[in-house]
């Protein structure tokens, strides 16, 4: 079992930043692929980026290219999101999730095992 908990969220004007954190706990996540997806009101959760174990390949959703930059430290078993440049689009519940294994590619829903709860982000314009 792993417990992941989000946390960093808030309210920020357009234009501001922020920085998601995601720890995890019950067994070290440093050998797996990390994700972070968001769901807006009304809207189907959707993938934002990706890290693998190393932190040496990431991948982005091209909405947020070039302004957020997923990152992870294996020695604290987490994982963060940096948000830069901030719209009012970004407004979403922020999760992060876990990928154990598997031929799902890592920017399907359906390819993690394990998912916190969420952070509430909101962008005001």
């Known amino acids: 079992q792993v417990q992941l908990v989000e946390s960093g969220g808030g309210l920020v004007q357009a234009g501001g930043s922020l920085r998601l954190s995601c720890a995890a706990s019950g067994r070290t996540v440093s050998s797996y692929t990390m994700g972070w997806f968001r769901q807006a009101p009304g809207k189907e959760r959707e993938f934002v980026a990706v890290i693998n174990w190393s932190g040496g390949w990431t991948y982005y959703a091209d909405s947020v290219k070039g302004r957020f930059t997923i990152s992870r430290d294996n020695a604290e078993n987490a994982v963060y999101l940096q948000m830069n440049s901030l719209k009012p689009e970004d407004t979403a519940v922020y999760s992060c999730?876990?990928?154990?294994?598997?031929?799902?590619?890592?920017?399907?829903?359906?390819?993690?095992?394990?998912w916190g709860q969420g952070t509430q982000v909101t962008v005001s314009s």
């Open positions: 999730a876990v990928k154990l294994g598997g031929r799902i590619q890592a920017t399907q829903i359906q390819a993690y095992n394990y």
